[in-house]
T-cell receptor
Framework: GQQVMQIPQYQHVQEGEDFTTYCNSS?????IQWYKQRPGGHPVFLIQ?????EVKKQKRLTFQFGEAKKNSSLHITATQTTDVGTYFC???????????FGKGTKLSVKP | ETGVTQSPTHLIKTRGQQVTLRCSSQ?????VSWYQQALGQGPQFIFQ???????GRGNFPPRFSGLQFPNYSSELNVNALELDDSALYLC?????????????FGQGTRLTVV
């Protein structure tokens, strides 16, 4: 089945620094989703990308889908302590949308 | 708040026992999926139910089984528990609108097998 590899596994930043996590696949993806999971919490849907080269922004978060639809990235500008958590990319499979998750990037932000 | 509720929130079981976890999906969502999340890992797809029928299954043995009821609530049953079954079990209901399939996760059940 399809898989996605996420890097880095961990990222420690000073508050105000930028952060980027990358998601890569060896096969062409039809779509990719991003989720955030706060410590002790559950995954929360952030966005879905479907078009080649697509770029979407949500305030300080920028999501990108590669031209070949084999990679994606999430960039956070000027991190805040509220950004702490694990960020997962996921592929939507099947007609009803079951998800194949990457292993996630755990972000810690030092005030 | 997603509207997806799971019970119980925490559970401790002994190896070899059986467990039933419950999920009430968000109103209007007729698809429910179950995921297992081991510590430090991403959620892994167990299976999905759509209109009370199993609609897809991940790489989990038959001792993992499920049900979906007419009101779209769901159960996950695990027989013959093993130590490696210790994990956070997440239920997600989903709504497909056009090309977007957004999953709404419950808060999870933390299962510890001793």
């Amino acid at each position: 089945g399809q898989q996605v590899m996420q890097i880095p596994q961990y990222q420690h930043v000073q508050e105000g620094e930028d952060f980027t996590t990358y998601c890569n696949s060896s096969t062409t993806l039809s779509n990719i989703q991003w989720y955030k999971q706060r410590p002790g919490g559950h995954p929360v849907f952030l966005i879905q990308l479907v078009k080649s080269g697509e770029v979407k922004k949500q305030k300080r978060l920028t999501f990108q889908f590669g031209e070949a639809k084999k990679n994606s990235s999430l960039h956070i500008t000027a991190t805040q302590t509220t950004d702490v958590g694990t960020y997962f990319c996921a592929i939507v499979e099947g007609s009803q949308g079951n998800l194949i998750f990457g292993k996630g990037t755990k972000l810690s932000v030092k005030p | 708040e997603t509207g997806v509720t799971q019970s119980p929130t925490h559970l401790i079981k002994t190896r070899g026992q059986q467990v039933t976890l419950r999920c009430s999906s968000q109103s209007g969502h007729n698809t429910v999926s179950w995921y297992q999340q081991a510590l430090g890992q991403g959620p892994q797809f167990i299976f999905q139910y759509y209109r009370e029928e199993e609609n897809g299954r991940g790489n989990f043995p038959p001792r993992f089984s499920g049900l979906q009821f007419p009101n779209y609530s769901s159960e996950l049953n695990v027989n013959a528990l093993e130590l490696d079954d210790s994990a956070l079990y997440l239920c997600a209901s989903s709504l497909v609108v056009g090309a977007i399939a957004e999953a709404f996760f419950g808060q999870g059940t933390r299962l510890t097998v001793v």
